[in-house]
């Protein structure tokens, strides 16, 4: 079965520094690839998506994620941390060829950025 | 506009109260769905919605009743809740078919007592 895992439960950096979230998943085949956020008490937010189009992925506020195929990941990097990043960070994939809903989320990974 | 919501903000109700979640969505979406989430986990799912048909039950206990009135509305009616199910609910949508981003609404917290 599909699976993603997130590498560090907790990844601290400092105002200005860059921000590496890794995000590897299980699959041969490349499936659909997200990245969302979630702020204290409130829902996720969309970051970025892969869906085969392109390798580097742009998204919201600055940051960006690669697909690499050969070593099944979709890290998100951010090449300055801004204090406002301090969130939870989920990447999740859709299987190709699975179903409607079928989001599967890794555990997750807290980002704390120091003044 | 890419906006999900979702009402009451905030729910404490008792075991043996009856009382609804709601969340409303205009993008066009014709998937809906509802998550738990416990602190610190990943969203769990619950249901899906497809063109207003439940699609997807993920084993969920029967005291969790969901509807979807129409494609713009999806309610999740809860009645003889246990403290375990205190959590955040949410709502999201999405286009039908596999692939497409799903919307997230801000969530309900709920606390059984």
């Known amino acids: 079965a599909q699976s993603v895992t997130q590498l560090g439960s907790h990844v601290s950096v400092s105002e200005g520094a860059l921000v590496l979230l890794r995000c590897n998943y299980s699959?041969?085949?490349?499936?659909?690839l997200f990245w969302y956020v979630q702020y204290p008490n409130q829902g996720l937010q969309l970051l970025l998506k892969?869906?085969?189009?392109?390798?580097l992925v742009k998204g919201i506020n600055g940051f960006e994620a690669e697909f690499k195929k050969s070593e099944t990941s979709f890290h998100l990097t951010k090449p300055s941390a801004h204090m406002s990043d301090a969130a939870e960070y989920f990447c999740a994939v859709t299987p190709w060829g699975g179903s409607q809903g079928n989001l599967i989320f890794g555990k997750g990974t807290k980002l704390s950025v120091k003044p | 506009d890419t906006e999900v919501t979702q009402t009451p903000k905030h729910l404490v109700m008792g075991m043996t109260n009856k009382k609804s979640l709601k969340c409303e969505q205009h993008?066009?979406?014709?998937?809906m769905y509802w998550y738990k989430q416990k602190a610190k986990k990943p969203p769990e799912l619950m249901f899906v919605y497809s063109y207003e048909k439940l699609s997807i039950n993920e084993s969920v206990p029967s005291r969790f009743s969901p509807e979807c009135p129409n494609s713009s509305l999806l309610n999740l009616h809860l009645h003889a809740l246990q403290p375990e199910d205190s959590a955040l609910y949410l709502c999201?949508?999405?286009?039908?078919?596999?692939?497409?981003?799903?919307?997230f609404g801000p969530g309900t917290r709920l606390t059984v007592t």
């Open positions: 699959s041969s085949v490349p499936p659909y």
């Open positions: 993008m066009g979406h014709r998937a």
């Open positions: 892969y869906t085969s189009a392109a390798t």
């Open positions: 999201a949508s999405s286009h039908t078919g596999v692939g497409y981003e799903q919307y």
